[in-house]
């Protein structure tokens, strides 16, 4: 299966007996977790997520439970959390995320502490790409898409966004910026959208009226910048 990635010596043990195991059959992502004592495992079935969805398989750490959550930036989006933070504040093992887009599927597997090779019964996964901790943004972006030459003003009582959109061939999906309410649809390359300010209210990008904090722009800061620019210009 292609884009695929290992992330090997992410994730803290709690005993040395823990080992995970991903084995794939046709289009089914087959996940198996071992606690010392006892094996769970769930199966995903790729064809059937949702385009534009993210899927995580987590270990709930005080219920003792491996579990699939199909709505996985939905949840982080009502508890305010980034993806990096939802683990240590959940209490859960984070072990693999799936993404899809125009039918395809986007994978991430994190690997416990010491672990370096991903096991599998059906696939020999030694040759995949396999990355560090901070490659995991980079990677994301290549496979959705990111911001360049982000600014901001104010125009009267309109909040004036300038940003550059790269896209990545992987990501077919429209991308939207959304402020207090307001979704403004983005193009690849240069955009200037305009909002009703709200104040208090942050810039997000995704889907729309997205509230992701991982895809936020801080509206505060970003006006602050042009303040301190357009001062610095003056003189």
């Known amino acids: 299966?292609?884009?695929?990635?290992?992330?090997?010596n992410m994730i803290r043990r709690r005993n040395p007996d823990e080992?995970?195991?991903l084995n794939?059959?046709?289009?089914?992502?087959?996940?198996c977790y071992f606690d010392g004592t006892k094996e769970q495992q769930v199966n995903i079935n790729t064809d059937v997520l949702r385009d534009g969805s993210s899927t995580m398989v987590f270990y709930n750490l005080l219920g003792?439970?491996?579990?699939?959550?199909?709505?996985?930036?939905?949840?982080l989006q009502v508890l305010n959390l980034t993806a990096l933070e939802a683990p240590t504040v959940l209490q859960?093992?984070?072990?693999?995320?799936?993404?899809?887009?125009?039918?395809?599927?986007?994978?991430?597997?994190?690997?416990?502490?010491?672990?370096?090779?991903?096991?599998?019964?059906?696939?020999?996964?030694?040759?995949?790409?396999?990355?560090?901790r901070d490659f995991i943004h980079p990677l994301n972006w290549q496979y959705s898409w990111t911001l360049k030459e982000v600014s901001a003003k104010l125009a009267g009582a309109k909040l004036v966004i300038m940003m550059e959109l790269e896209q990545s061939d992987f990501w077919?999906?429209?991308?939207?910026?959304?402020?207090?309410?307001q979704a403004v649809k983005l193009l690849p390359g240069r955009n200037t959208v305009e909002f009703v300010y709200v104040p208090?209210?942050?810039?997000?990008?995704?889907?729309?009226?997205?509230?992701?904090?991982?895809?936020?722009?801080?509206?505060?800061?970003?006006?602050?910048?042009h303040s301190a620019f357009s001062v610095s210009r003056a003189k």
């Open 200 to 225: 208090g209210e942050d810039v997000y990008l995704g889907e729309p009226c997205w509230r992701f904090k991982s895809r936020q722009l801080e509206v505060g800061r970003l006006l602050a910048e």
């Open 64 to 75: 003792g439970n491996l579990y699939t959550l199909y709505n996985y930036k939905e949840i």
């Open 92 to 132: 859960q093992y984070g072990f693999m995320q799936v993404d899809k887009c125009g039918g395809e599927v986007f994978i991430k597997v994190f690997l416990f502490e010491g672990e370096y090779e991903l096991p599998s019964k059906t696939h020999d996964f030694s040759s995949y790409a396999h990355c560090t």
């Open 172 to 181: 077919k999906r429209d991308v939207y910026a959304s402020h207090g309410g």
């Open 24 to 31: 794939i059959t046709g289009s089914v992502l087959t996940f």
């Open 1 to 8: 299966m292609k884009n695929l990635y290992v992330f090997p």
């Open 19 to 21: 080992r995970v195991e």
